[in-house]
């Protein structure tokens, strides 16, 4: 009685009315997919057309039937509906591919979308290239919406909330370990970061559309690249168009898609020395240095080394792809060894900056670790000795210290848990932690059946797809958003 008596006390009918708010949000660019049918007359108008009725009706009864006695939301109240967004949007969301001309069932329908919408980019579908333009699409927008976030495109577009939770809504689903405020008030911070994404996407599109990509699928891959989703048109991906300006275009965009938006923000703004004056930053260039020789060394010593891109653009496309969480291919990274494996799922776990539009732990954590490390090592022989964690020059708190090493924790156990659960499922050992890494790391690369030259994520049971799933909402909203929900302290007083 006394922990109903508390979780009453979470003002549920203004999350609601959020919620609603956010589904017409989610209707309005299912228009876009639904326009892309009626260009090219295909018959998934139909079912675009009744997943937009839906959505926004249903978001039309929640914001105007629900009437709050109160507007205020508190912490607990941003962290349950940013967790509870993303897997009604998948809900709704997965509308079109159930009512398309080449329909998949609920599991793979919802896996999909939450795929999508996460920017993991892992796909059931054994060939994209049968699908409609519609369908590509929308399957390309979730991840756009996705990257930079459904609650922070929200937060732009509705200065309401910055009277109503907002700070705690935008603090659940930003990525990283603290979390900076561009301008004074979050709507204003939100619309800067949206701003600068925007205008990335636009001119990605721009740069692949003078190349050999016709608009639609300049469009499309500008909204996966940019937001670090992976999806694409084509069966062979990137490598579909078996071209150098493609590839570099493409990992420039991937690159900057993995750098905090804040430092963009702050460079484009003519703050360039904040970008190098960043840790994190400057290690991303180091790993990035480091990786590519190591590749380079591991393909010529493996006798892969066919050609000059061998050695230079495509090892360098595979390390950004890995590194931002994109998982755009354009070849068979796992002929060129074992050790290149290793050295992808190492690149994986970390991916890249905090702040970005890419999956991974972060480098941030890195830091964190190697740096407490030292200081651990370093007492073990000067037991007295007071060291502290520094970052971009400043003191980090114990407690915040504490909290990246518990992350990082947690994070293992997640994987350890997916690939197991997996392996029960009838998965190979191999195979099923991989996957099960890929989606917390919302990368989407697949190795052995899931990989090139395999099934897919099709070959996935719908309850390990379903397991998924679940791995890819953790890993993107960084895994306490959605775990604390499970914890007795949540919902008591």
Partial sequence: MV???????????????????????????MLIPLLTCLLYDETDAWAFATAVAL?????????????????????????????LVWVVFSFFGMIPFMLCATPIGL????????????????????????????????????????????????????????????????????TGITHEKLRPRISQTAKGLWGIYIILTLILFG???????????????????????????????IGYWDSNYIKIIVTLFMFLGGVNFSLIYKSMNGNVKALWQNDTFVAYIRIIAVSFIAFVIAIVVGG???????????????????????????????????????????????????????GGAKIDRLLYLLKNTNNE??????????????????????????????????YVMIIAFGGIVLTAAGIPIVDAFFSSFSCVSNIGLGAGVTGVGGIGYDVIPDFGKWVLSFLMLIGRLELFTVLILFTPAFWSK
Wanted: aromatic share 12%; net charge negative.
């Fill in 377 to 410: 090592l370093y007492r073990s022989v000067h037991p007295n000795a007071i060291r502290s964690v520094r970052i971009n020059g400043s003191i980090m708190s114990p407690e915040t210290v504490d909290k990246v090493i518990a992350f990082l924790c947690i």
């Fill in 3 to 29: 922990i109903f008596s508390n979780t009453r006390r979470i003002n549920y009918p203004m999350l609601l009315r959020v919620l609603g708010w956010l589904l017409m949000v989610e209707g309005a660019f």
């Fill in 304 to 358: 892969k080394a066919y050609s000059w891109t061998d050695v230079t653009i495509d090892p360098l496309f595979q390390i950004i792809t890995t590194m931002s969480s994109t998982g755009l291919t354009a070849n068979n990274f796992e002929n060129w060894g074992p050790f290149v494996l290793a050295m992808v799922f190492l690149l994986m776990f970390f991916g890249a900056c905090a702040g970005s539009t890419s």
């Fill in 55 to 83: 959505t926004v009706g249903c978001g039309a009864l929640m914001t105007f039937c629900i009437r709050p006695a109160s507007l205020s939301m508190a912490k607990r109240e941003g962290f349950l509906l940013t967790a």
């Fill in 207 to 237: 740069l692949l559309y003078i190349g050999p990509m016709d608009a639609f699928d300049s469009i499309c891959h500008a909204l996966s690249t940019m937001s670090t989703g992976g999806f694409s048109t084509h069966d062979d991906s």
């Fill in 107 to 174: 599991t793979d329908a919802f896996y999909e979308t939450m795929s999508g919408f996460t920017t993991t980019g892992s796909t059931v579908y054994p060939s994209v290239e049968s699908l409609s333009h519609g369908i590509n699409m929308w399957r390309c927008l979730t991840q756009w919406l996705g990257g930079m976030g459904i609650i922070l495109f929200t937060l732009a577009i509705l200065p309401m909330l910055n009277y109503s939770g907002g700070m705690q809504m935008f603090n659940a689903e930003v």
